[in-house]
Nanobody, 122 residues
């Protein structure tokens, strides 16, 4: 089993910044993609940003230019630097990780963190 522990959420005023962290531990085999998703009240969970094992990144249009995802392979950690925050960014943010299934090609276990609340006041 793999456990994901998130930190860094909180309350911030519009225009402010927060940095989220997510560290994986447990029976990790080989981490592929790591990413951040968010879910606002009454809405579906949506992708915020993803980073591949090779470092390629992809962002939701709504956060491009404001958010930056990065990872430290040695620490099994992914970060999300969030700048110029808006009230629309208010949501629970979830860390996601793909861990390769041993002995297979392109088959992964999918793990989620418990979520961290980000609230942006106007």
């Amino acid at each position: 089993q793999v456990q994901l522990v998130e930190s860094g959420g909180g309350l911030v005023q519009a225009g402010g910044s927060l940095r989220l962290s997510c560290t994986a531990s447990g029976s990790i085999f080989s981490i592929n993609n790591m990413g951040w998703y968010r879910q606002a009240p009454g809405k579906q969970r949506e992708l915020v940003a993803i980073i591949t094992r090779g470092g390629t990144t992809n962002y939701a249009e709504s956060v491009k230019g404001r958010f930056t995802i990065s990872r430290e392979h040695a620490k099994n950690t992914v970060y999300l630097q969030m700048n110029s925050l808006k009230p629309d960014d208010t949501a629970v943010y979830y860390c996601n990780l793909q861990d390769a299934v041993p002995g297979t090609d392109n088959t992964y276990f999918n793990y989620w963190g418990q979520g961290t609340q980000v609230t942006v006041s106007s």
